[in-house]
């Protein structure tokens, strides 16, 4: 049992991205993703269900901005995922959920060590 417990107080704590995510490379992508207007879908429901704040408006349409700092493994596979706060929880996790399948198989970078990237998504609706 102390064995146990000495083997996890070993492990090295997983630390969060930086406080600058402007600093951070972006996320490389072999093949950039297709973001299909239909993934606004759910975002749009938030907002309206009263869950989001308010968006912001571009050109007429509702628009929300998000940013997501993505840590990449050697191999190239994604360890984590940390989206920006935008007082709207669920779809800071969709975000993190899109983001995830996209880069699954299609990231070009396998840095030596655990490293940071940056990325972000645009979800815009409405007239």
């Known amino acids: 049992m102390m064995a146990l417990a000495l083997q996890a107080a070993?492990?090295?704590?997983?630390?969060?991205?930086?406080?600058?995510?402007?600093?951070?490379a972006p996320?490389?992508?072999?093949?950039?993703?297709?973001?299909?207007?239909?993934?606004?879908?759910?975002?749009?429901d938030e907002v309206?269900?009263?869950?989001?704040v308010?968006?912001?408006?571009?050109?007429g349409l509702s628009q929300v901005d998000i940013s997501l700092a993505v840590l990449i493994v050697p191999?190239?596979?994604?360890?984590?995922?940390?989206?920006?706060?935008i007082d709207c929880p669920t779809v800071e996790q969709y975000s993190a959920g899109l983001i995830l399948k996209m880069s699954r198989d299609n990231i070009k970078a396998s840095p030596a060590t655990d490293?940071?990237?940056?990325?972000?998504?645009?979800?815009t609706w409405g007239k």
């Open 10 to 24: 070993a492990v090295a704590p997983d630390v969060g991205p930086p406080r600058d995510w402007s600093a951070l």
């Open 27 to 44: 996320l490389p992508f072999t093949t950039q993703p297709d973001y299909p207007a239909s993934l606004s879908s759910f975002v749009e």
């Open 48 to 52: 309206k269900a009263g869950h989001c």
């Open 54 to 59: 308010p968006p912001k408006r571009v050109d």
């Open 75 to 85: 191999g190239g596979s994604v360890k984590r995922i940390v989206p920006q706060a």
């Open 115 to 123: 490293t940071w990237y940056r990325t972000s998504m645009t979800f």
